[in-house]
Structure formats: C-alpha cells, structure tokens
C-alpha cells in the first residue's frame, strides 16, 4: 500500500528535523574548536553558576542522590575530614556535614561559593568553602577523602588538566585517604564527524587547545553558551588514575561511572 500524502509529508519532516539535528551538532563543535581555553572556560562558569543559583533550598534540602548515599557508603566513613572539589551551591556539602563528616568544598564560580555559605550559616553549620580552582587553592593540612562532586571529574578539560589535578589532589591525601570520583559513561559507537570538525577548527585557528576523542559540546538552549564534558571508556578512566600515581580500589559502571581510588604504593 502507497503512503498517503500525511505520511510522506510526516516522513519529509522527520528527515529534514535529523538533517537540522545533524546541522546543530557540527556547528556547535565548530564553535568550540574556536574558543581559545579561557573563553570555554567562561562558557563553562557561567553555565554553572546559573546552575547553582537556579538550584532551589528544596533541591539542597533532598541532600545526597541515592547512588551518592550508596557509592560513598562504600568508601567513606562519617567522621573522615572530606573535601568537596566542585560544591557548587553546597547540596552535598551540606549533606555530608549532616552525615557526621568533617567537609569543606571548592567551588571556582564566586556568585555559587557565597551561596554554599549563606546556606552552611542558615543551617548553622561550619565548613571552609574557598573560591578557587583545585589546582591554585591553598588546602591546609591532608584529607582522608577528596571527592570530586556529581562529574566534577568529567567537567574538567584536557587529559593533561585532568592529571594535574589528580596528581595536586594526591599530594594532599592523609595516608590511607582516597580519591573518589563520579564520571560520564561513554555510550559505544559516539560519532567521529562532529570531533574531528571541532580539531580542524582548533587547528585552522591555532587555539591554543585541542578537543581530545571523548570530548562532547552541547550548546545550552536557556543561556546560549556552550557545555563542556568528556565521556570515559572505563578503561581510560582507570589509565587516567594510574599515570597519576593511583590504584582504583572500586569502580561501578551502571548507567554512568563511580571510582574510588588511593596512593600507589612505592
């Protein structure tokens, strides 16, 4: 039986939304291949701090997600003196205060660190919440745990950022501390065309970074800017923590990834 002229119409439409998809796409990775890493990461403060102001006192008062209580009940144990990289506004710094830990946070988007502390002071808590990027903090004394909040992890850009950080936080664990980590699964089969669009325009540009396999570009439809995060394979995730001199000592992959790991032995 022929289509009648609702379904070719139907099926025209659909094809031209695929095509416009498609379109979105590359032009967005194009764009980031332009960004110099200072614009992206103005990109990616902003989205975040809209993000942390957007965030209602009912959202923060629901505390830790459920497979955030679970995975941290497996490598953490209250008490422990914890530091939160990525507080943002403080929904699980202040969770884990409620929980019996001893946690202060990091947050490197001002307008969300002023907000964790009005919070921690409303609910008459106390915790240091510093203003600053993990790698140009100043951290005081050594933490039992170092937890990179909700994919704090896959946020941060650059496989060579990324062990920097590893390696900065390592120097700051107590001994038997961890490194705990929640990251972006990468689904198998992830389209090759819109990356190598992304380093072809970072290239022609002479950025003064390179979009690696695995980053993902999304263009946020409420502020117009551009959202930055990297996918791991399991496998890269854990290469990651050994070149940076840690061991994983648990590692999850359902739905997306959750890792903790400790100090390498000599």
């Not at 090759?192 to 669009?197: D, V």
């Not at 648990?250 to 100090?263: I, Y």
Request: glycine share 10%; proline share 5%.
């Amino acid at each position: 039986m022929r289509p009648g002229p609702r379904e070719l119409a139907a099926g025209s439409l659909g094809a031209l939304g695929r095509a416009l998809e498609r379109a979105a796409t590359a032009s967005t990775y194009l764009s980031a291949g332009l960004l110099r890493s200072d614009a992206l990461a103005r990109h990616t403060a902003e989205n975040w701090r809209r993000f942390g102001l957007a965030q209602s006192e009912a959202d923060v008062a629901e505390g830790l997600f459920g497979w955030e209580r679970r995975f941290y009940a497996r490598c953490m144990t209250p008490g422990e003196r914890v530091l939160v990289v990525g507080c943002g506004s403080g929904r699980d710094l202040l969770a884990l205060l409620h929980l019996g830990y001893r946690a202060d946070g990091l947050e490197p988007v001002g307008a969300c660190v002023e907000l964790a502390r009005a919070r921690l002071a409303a609910a008459g808590l106390t915790a240091e919440v510093q203003a600053a990027e993990v790698t140009t903090a100043t951290l005081t004394g050594a933490y039992d745990v170092v937890l990179f909040s909700w994919f704090c992890y896959s946020y941060l850009p650059g496989r060579a950022r990324r062990l920097g950080v590893l390696r900065t936080v390592r120097g700051h664990l107590a001994p038997g501390g961890r490194v705990v980590v929640s990251y972006v699964l990468a689904a198998p089969g992830a389209r090759t065309l819109p990356m190598r669009l992304a380093r072809l325009a970072a290239r022609l540009s002479r950025s003064d970074w390179r979009p690696e396999p695995g980053d993902v570009f999304l263009r946020r439809n409420d502020s117009g800017y551009i959202h930055y995060e990297h996918r791991f394979r399991p496998d890269e995730i854990e290469l990651e923590m050994r070149e940076a001199g840690l061991v994983v000592t648990c590692h999850e992959r359902d739905g997306d990834g959750n890792l903790a790991a400790r100090v390498a032995a000599p």
